[in-house]
């Protein structure tokens, strides 16, 4: 009865690399939702998805970040570029439905130097 | 205004005290609300869900109130194990299903 999973754990890119996030959700859920936490700071939201669709990207920074949920397979945020205030611990969230509780992954932390 | 706020604290409370946390949030057409705990650097984990005639479980229990627009989070007998980030969650503005956390009220239960 595996939860989310995300993975990897940590993540170290150098400054102008690629990075990329992968989660994958509970059994059953078909909802996935990304979010950011700075050092000493709250979540925040980034992305909705569902199967192949992007349901609400308003927290997404308009550039450089882009996220994905294919019909098969883990979703996947992906950073281009990344700068230095893009680490952060980046953590993947999945539900059943909308406005159910949602079951978090262990999330990545990406440090880039 | 920000869409859900909580004092941040910390609260420092004793071993066996009671204490609260207070959420408000700004849309009134919510549905949704819950209370997660956070520890240092790892995932949030639910806590308990909120309902509209208020709900216990153990020494936790947590009340809404729609008019005034904000939920609160009572734990009694607090042992040191409770020490951690209390996150406030409350659906969106919009009807996407999007959960929104607040900033998280911390505290420190001392021996």
């Known amino acids: 009865n595996a939860g989310v999973m995300q993975n990897p754990r940590h993540l170290v890119r150098r400054r102008g690399q690629e990075a990329r996030l992968r989660c994958s959700p509970m059994?059953?859920?078909?909802?996935v939702y990304w979010y950011r936490q700075l050092p000493e700071e709250g979540l925040k939201f980034m992305v909705y998805?569902?199967?192949?669709?992007?349901?609400?990207e308003s927290g997404m920074p308009k550039e450089r970040f882009s996220a994905e949920f294919p019909k098969e397979g883990p979703s996947i945020l992906r950073i281009q570029q990344v700068v230095r205030g893009d680490s952060a611990a980046y953590f993947c969230?999945?539900?059943?439905?909308?406005?159910?509780?949602?079951?978090f992954g262990n999330g990545t932390r990406l440090t880039v130097t | 205004r920000k869409e859900v706020e909580q004092d941040p604290g910390p609260f420092n409370v004793p071993e066996g005290a009671t204490v609260a946390f207070n959420c408000t949030y700004s849309?009134?057409?919510?549905?949704?609300f819950f209370w997660y705990r956070q520890d240092c650097r790892k995932e949030p984990k639910l806590l308990m869900s909120?309902?509209?005639s208020g709900n216990e479980d153990g020494r936790f229990t947590a009340q809404l109130n729609r008019a005034s627009q904000y939920i609160s989070l009572l734990i009694r007998d607090s042992k040191l194990s409770d020490s951690a980030t209390y996150l406030c969650?409350?659906?969106?503005?919009?009807?996407?299903?999007?959960?929104?956390f607040g900033q998280g009220t911390t505290l420190q239960v001392k021996p």
């Open positions: 998805l569902q199967k192949e669709n992007i349901i609400d």
């Open positions: 909120v309902y509209s």
């Open positions: 059994k059953g859920h078909s909802h």
């Open positions: 969650v409350v659906s969106g503005s919009s009807n996407t299903g999007k959960l929104i």
């Open positions: 849309n009134s057409a919510s549905q949704s």
């Open positions: 969230a999945s539900s059943a439905q909308d406005n159910s509780p949602l079951h």
